[in-house]
């Protein structure tokens, strides 16, 4: 809890609610739910980056169903790309956009495509294709800057080094 809200600049009069979306999430079982009562939770880096990409994905409206259904069905390419990120020169970012009329549902009855590209800084805007892949519309999330925002928040807790991720209240 300390870690996102770290990142996500939650102010301490708000982090009433967002104790509420991460209950929320736990509740549908986008990540591991408690152990029992009074029994904290220890929550994988893995499950820390899946409960940051649901925050973004909300910040953008997306009801928190959607967001289950779509972090299932992209959770594994997901966790490969927030593990090579480590110190790129360039910026991995997600891409979504919700389709409700031509896209076929998936397995998990998700609406939505996602997809992942690089963008190296320094040649941007140049590129026609990037422009038509775009469309009309897209969200986008800068996956290295938000795994570089958690790993700096996990940093700030000064937990050793070879610790697991710190539990996170319930």
Known sequence: E?????????DKSRIGSL?????????????????????????SMEDIWIWAVALELANFG??????????????????EEFGKIADRSDFLYAAYEPDFVSVPLDQNGA??????FQVDPRNTGNNPEFWEW??????????TMLKRALDEALAATAAPVDAPAPALAE
């Open 2 to 10: 300390a870690i996102l809200a770290n990142v996500k600049s939650v």
């Open 111 to 116: 609406l939505w495509n996602l997809s992942f």
């Open 62 to 79: 997306v009801d928190p169903i959607s967001i289950k259904q779509l972090l299932q069905t992209w959770k594994p390419r997901l966790i």
């Open 134 to 143: 775009i469309g009309r519309r897209k969200a986008f999330i800068n996956l």
């Open 19 to 43: 104790r509420g979306r991460l209950q929320h999430f736990r509740r549908i079982g986008l990540v591991p739910s408690s152990p029992g009562r009074g029994r904290a939770i220890d929550y």
